[in-house]
């Protein structure tokens, strides 16, 4: 069974960091895409940063160099790093997880990915 379990949002101010975690289990590590979206409130999901099974990265537009995403070496842990935040940047952010092989904008939609986690909130203050 596949979990996914995020961690380490919580309120910066403006042009403060976080770093979320999503701690993965239950599938063959190395070969699921694996990603960030966001949701704020009364807003769609949208992607905000995707590692593909083969290791493509892709960020969102909006992302800008401000956000950095990896994996631990077992691929079990993914991360976001959020620097230089602000305040729309506000929202629930989820980590996502699909056994496909995810390519090119595919892998900032949302509705290639099958596995979610519950998602960790992030709030930035001006």
């Known amino acids: 069974q596949v979990q996914l379990m995020e961690s380490g949002g919580g309120s910066v101010q403006t042009g403060g960091s976080l770093r979320l975690s999503c701690v993965a289990s239950?599938?063959?590590?190395?070969?699921?895409?694996m990603g960030w979206f966001r949701q704020a409130p009364g807003k769609e999901r949208e992607g905000v940063a995707a590692?593909?099974?083969?290791?493509?990265?892709r960020y969102a537009e909006f992302v800008k160099g401000r956000f950095t995403i990896s994996q631990d070496d077992t691929k079990t842990t993914l991360y976001l790093d959020l620097d230089s935040l602000k305040p729309e940047d506000t929202a629930m952010y989820y980590c996502a997880a699909d056994p496909s092989h995810i390519v090119g904008r595919w892998l900032l939609m949302s509705q290639a990915f099958g596995y979610w986690g519950q998602g960790t909130q992030v709030t930035v203050s001006s």
């Open positions: 239950g599938f063959a590590y190395g070969r699921y895409a």
């Open positions: 590692i593909d099974s083969d290791g493509t990265i």
